[in-house]
């Protein structure tokens, strides 16, 4: 069974633009979050989709959006990027809708100059 | 609020040494444990959860709901144990659905 995949793997972009990142989760999963890791602040909650909606939001400005698809992939949007979102984007799906396990991509390296 | 607390952001520890990974917890709620580990160059993953009450490659941990705590331990390290520990806290968010935090990560250094 495939994991997580996430694409890009790597990102450089410059103040100012947008940026969309790819998650497909593993077969059969219909939860998919979005953490933001940084080495100061560890992993902080972006958001969750399940089943097309959105049912967790961290504390992220409205700048960061996402969606979910009817095949459970899940695209995150950064608009106005900041030299402060520079950070490696984890994506993590899980089977049913309690979260009882994560699984997570390696991430997508986004660097902003 | 609910939040969890790694104090250490670095932790070095001879092979051979036992190992004690800290992680508290702050929730009013009945709160569900984990520990997810990344190796390097390997993506995050579940090391345990609180509920399994299981030993993964010789490592524990005990919920201990007086102390809000949660701590890792290993009574002998290995140089394979080297990797960066989250702890993480689950819980039942106000949509009624369950989110996941985590701490802020201790780095675990085994020396030979």
């Known amino acids: 069974k495939a994991g997580v995949t996430q694409t890009p793997r790597y990102l450089i972009k410059t103040r100012g633009q947008q940026v969309t990142l790819s998650c497909s989760p593993i077969s059969g999963h219909r939860s998919v979050s979005w953490y933001q890791q940084t080495p100061g602040q560890g992993l902080q909650f972006l958001f969750e989709y399940f089943s097309e909606t959105q049912r967790n939001k961290g504390n992220f400005p409205g700048r960061f959006s996402g969606r979910q698809f009817s095949n459970s992939r899940s695209e995150m949007n950064v608009s106005t990027l900041e030299l402060g979102d520079s950070a490696l984007y984890l994506c993590?799906?899980?089977?049913?809708?309690?979260?009882?396990?994560?699984?997570f991509g390696s991430g997508t390296q986004l660097s902003v100059l | 609020a609910q939040r969890v607390t790694q104090p250490e952001k670095l932790l070095s520890v001879f092979k051979g040494a036992p190992v004690e990974l800290k992680c508290n917890y702050s929730?009013?709620?009945?709160?569900?444990l984990f520990w997810y580990v990344q190796y390097s160059r390997q993506r995050l993953q579940l090391l345990l959860r609180h509920i399994s009450r299981e030993s993964i490659k010789g490592f524990t941990a005990d919920l201990n709901k007086g102390e809000t705590s949660f701590h890792l331990k290993k009574p002998f390290a290995q140089e394979e144990d080297s990797a960066m520990y989250y702890c993480a806290l689950r819980h039942l968010s106000n949509s009624g659905t369950y989110k996941y935090i985590f701490g802020t990560g201790t780095r675990l250094k085994v020396l030979a």
């Open positions: 929730y009013s709620g009945s709160p569900e």
């Open positions: 993590a799906s899980s089977l049913g809708d309690k979260n009882e396990k994560l699984f």
